[in-house]
C-alpha cells in the first residue's frame, strides 16, 4: 500500500484545542473489525464493550515539560524540545532558530541553566547542560519547561494542560507525546473497571516527537520509523502471558501500548509466550501485519497519512477504517490529542 491510499480530508474545526470538560467525556466511536460495522456512543459506554476477564494495557509513560525557550549566544532566539533525555545532564533534542547552533556553541535558558551542542544524531542534536542549582535534567526541566503540546495544538500550554495532557496513571518520566487514548480515563473509571472484573496492567513506551513526523515517502516499504524506549516488566509480562493462556482478551488502550506489546512479541521466542524486555522499538506495522498479542484496542483518531492510521487500518481493517473516519468527520467528532476516542476489535 501507498500513503496516498491513507489520505483524508479533515476540517480545521474537527482538531480538538482543548480537552473535553472531563475527561469522561468523550465520544466514543465503536467499531467491530469482523463485520465492519459501527455505533456512535459516549466513553462512559465503554464498560459495555469490555468483559469480566479481559486484560487491559495500560503505558505508564509520564510527559515531561519538554518544551525550552531560550537563546543562543549570539542573541537569536530558539525553541527546544528534548526528544530524550540520556543521563542526567544530558539529552537529544530538535532545536528551532533560525540557524542550527553549532557544534561548541552554547544555549542559554531561564534559572541559569545553559546547554553546550555536543554533537549530531540525524536531525536531533545532542546537548550538555549545565543546571546550576538542579540536581537532574528533570528537575530543571519541571522548573522552566512547557508541555509539548503536538503541532495542531495551536496555542501556547496553559496551566490545565499540566494535568490534562496527563493520564491519571503517568508514572515513569520520558515521553514528550501523551498516550492520547488514556487521557480519557479518571480515577472513579479505572475503579469501575477494576469492580466488573477486568484486569489492569502496565506497560511502558516513552513517546517521541517522532509520532507526529509525517511519513515522506509514497512507497510505505522505503517509510524509516523513528525509534522508542519500551519496558515490559516480567511480573506484568507473567499476567498477559496467563490470560492469553487463558484465552482472555488483551485490550490495549492507545497504539503505544500496542507498539510495545507487538514488539515484545517479535523479540520473544516462537511458541507465543512474552519475554520481559528493555529496550528501543521501531516496529513499523501496516495493513498485513500479524499481530500476535492485541484483541481489542482503545485509540483516537490519528491524522491522515500517518504510521498511526496504518496501524489501526491493520488492526481493524483498512476499508472499516477509512469508512468510520469519514462517519466520524460527518457526525463531527474531535479528532486527535484532546479529541474522541475508539473502540476497535481486530478484523
Known amino acids: 500500500m501507498r500513503r496516498s491510499d491513507f489520505h483524508f480530508e479533515l476540517p480545521q474545526e474537527l482538531i480538538a484545542q482543548r480537552p473535553a470538560a472531563e475527561r469522561r467525556a468523550s465520544r466514543l466511536l465503536v467499531l467491530d473489525g469482523k463485520s465492519g460495522e459501527y455505533q456512535d456512543r459516549m466513553f462512559t459506554d465503554l464498560n459495555?464493550?469490555?468483559?469480566?476477564?479481559?486484560?487491559?494495557?495500560?503505558?505508564?509513560?509520564?510527559?515531561?515539560?519538554?518544551?525550552?525557550?531560550?537563546?543562543?549566544?549570539?542573541?537569536?532566539?530558539?525553541?527546544?524540545?528534548?526528544?530524550?533525555?540520556?543521563?542526567?545532564?544530558?539529552?537529544?533534542?530538535?532545536?528551532?532558530?533560525?540557524?542550527?547552533?553549532?557544534?561548541?556553541?552554547?544555549?542559554?535558558?531561564?534559572n541559569d541553566i545553559s546547554a553546550e551542542v555536543t554533537g549530531r544524531e540525524g536531525?536531533?542534536?545532542?546537548?550538555?547542560?549545565?543546571?546550576?542549582?538542579?540536581?537532574?535534567?528533570?528537575?530543571?526541566?519541571?522548573?522552566?519547561?512547557?508541555?509539548?503540546?503536538?503541532?495542531?495544538?495551536?496555542?501556547?500550554?496553559?496551566?490545565?494542560?499540566?494535568?490534562?495532557?496527563?493520564?491519571?496513571?503517568?508514572e515513569t518520566p520520558g515521553a514528550v507525546a501523551a498516550p492520547t487514548a488514556g487521557l480519557h480515563f479518571d480515577e472513579a473509571m479505572l475503579q469501575q473497571l477494576t469492580e466488573q472484573g477486568i484486569?489492569?496492567?502496565?506497560?511502558?513506551?516513552?513517546?517521541?516527537?517522532?509520532?507526529?513526523q509525517p511519513v515522506r515517502v509514497d512507497d510505505l516499504k522505503d517509510h524509516q520509523m523513528h525509534r522508542e524506549w519500551i519496558e515490559l516488566s516480567a511480573e506484568n509480562c507473567n499476567r498477559i502471558n496467563r490470560a492469553k493462556q487463558q484465552g482472555r482478551r488483551i485490550v490495549a488502550v492507545g497504539t503505544t501500548s500496542v507498539r510495545c506489546l507487538e514488539s515484545v512479541a517479535l523479540f520473544s521466542d516462537e511458541n507465543g509466550v512474552l519475554q520481559p524486555y528493555q529496550g528501543e522499538t521501531d516496529i513499523f506495522i501496516t495493513p498485513g501485519f500479524e499481530f500476535r498479542v492485541v484483541d481489542a484496542l482503545l485509540t483516537n483518531f490519528h491524522l491522515s497519512e500517518s504510521t498511526l492510521l496504518m496501524l489501526v487500518s491493520a488492526f481493524a481493517g483498512y476499508d472499516n477504517i477509512m469508512q468510520a473516519y469519514q462517519h466520524a468527520i460527518e457526525e463531527k467528532y474531535r479528532f486527535f490529542s484532546y479529541g474522541d476516542a475508539m473502540f476497535l476489535t481486530r478484523a
Open 48 to 110: 459495555a464493550f469490555l468483559q469480566p476477564g479481559d486484560l487491559l494495557v495500560f503505558n505508564n509513560t509520564r510527559v515531561i515539560p519538554a518544551r525550552l525557550y531560550g537563546k543562543k549566544e549570539t542573541g537569536g532566539k530558539l525553541e527546544l524540545l528534548i526528544e530524550r533525555i540520556l543521563d542526567s545532564t544530558s539529552a537529544l533534542a530538535h532545536v528551532r532558530a533560525s540557524k542550527s547552533p553549532k557544534q561548541g556553541s552554547r544555549l542559554f535558558f531561564d
Open 199 to 212: 484486569e489492569q496492567v502496565y506497560v511502558t513506551l516513552h513517546v517521541g516527537a517522532g509520532t507526529f
Open 123 to 170: 536531525d536531533l542534536f545532542r546537548l550538555a547542560f549545565t543546571l546550576s542549582a538542579f540536581d537532574n535534567l528533570l528537575q530543571a526541566l519541571d522548573s522552566i519547561g512547557h508541555m509539548p503540546l503536538p503541532p495542531y495544538i495551536q496555542r501556547d500550554d496553559e496551566d490545565f494542560d499540566q494535568q490534562r495532557y496527563q493520564t491519571v496513571y503517568a
